[in-house]
């Protein structure tokens, strides 16, 4: 049996029909056609498809998409305002924090919700919040370096 699921997603009212035992991850994807929502692990352990849910960063893997009836749903397709994106890209590419760019989503969005809570992080902050996102490409002295001088960047804003 199916279940309609609405949802606000990057402050848009959407609703999908999804199986009751269809991760969030799969129903973002397939369902709302948010592709930049990445399965890396499926196991919660690399962060590649890290949502804020209902301003919680969250493994989207880990979380049923019947679940996300009634919530906020932010995902990296939601940064950018229009065609200007948002200080993390801007830097991310800057940096040339991105290869593959598997991982590029969950660590925006890691970011997003650091910066949200804290806007002057130190490296070791930085380091600390962005631990549940796994690299197998860049490293991530790059993709730190992106970070901060995002956090800079909107500082001066």
Same mark, same amino acid.
């Given at each position: 049996?199916?279940?309609?699921?609405?949802?606000?997603?990057?402050?848009?009212?959407? $609703?999908?029909?999804?199986?009751?035992?269809?991760?969030?991850?799969?129903?973002?994807?397939?369902?709302?056609?948010?592709?930049?929502?990445? $399965?890396?692990?499926?196991?919660?352990?690399?962060?590649?498809?890290?949502?804020?849910?209902?301003?919680?960063?969250?493994?989207?893997?880990?979380?049923?998409?019947?679940?996300?009836?009634?919530?906020?749903? $932010?995902?990296?397709?939601?940064?950018?305002?229009?065609?200007?994106?948002?200080?993390?890209?801007?830097?991310?590419?800057?940096?040339?924090?991105?290869?593959?760019?598997?991982?590029?989503?969950?660590?925006?969005?890691?970011?997003?919700?650091?910066?949200?809570?804290?806007?002057?992080?130190?490296? $070791?902050?930085?380091?600390?919040?962005?631990?549940?996102?796994?690299?197998?490409?860049?490293?991530?002295?790059?993709?730190?370096?992106?970070?901060?001088?995002?956090?800079?960047?909107?500082?001066?804003?």
């Amino acid at each position: 049996m199916s279940v309609m699921v609405r949802s606000k997603i990057n402050g848009d009212d959407i $609703e999908f029909v999804c199986q009751p035992d269809e991760t969030l991850l799969d129903a973002l994807r397939d369902r709302a056609g948010l592709t930049g929502v990445k $399965e890396g692990c499926g196991t919660g352990d690399c962060g590649a498809c890290s949502i804020m849910l209902d301003g919680a960063l969250v493994c989207s893997c880990l979380v049923l998409g019947a679940e996300a009836e009634g919530r906020s749903i $932010e995902t990296v397709e939601g940064m950018a305002n229009g065609d200007q994106l948002h200080p993390l890209q801007q830097q991310f590419l800057q940096h040339a924090a991105l290869q593959c760019g598997i991982c590029t989503p969950g660590f925006l969005i890691a970011a997003k919700a650091l910066l949200d809570k804290n806007p002057d992080p130190s490296e $070791e902050q930085v380091r600390y919040a962005l631990a549940g996102n796994l690299c197998r490409c860049t490293g991530y002295d790059k993709i730190v370096r992106a970070v901060l001088a995002a956090a800079k960047q909107m500082r001066k804003a």
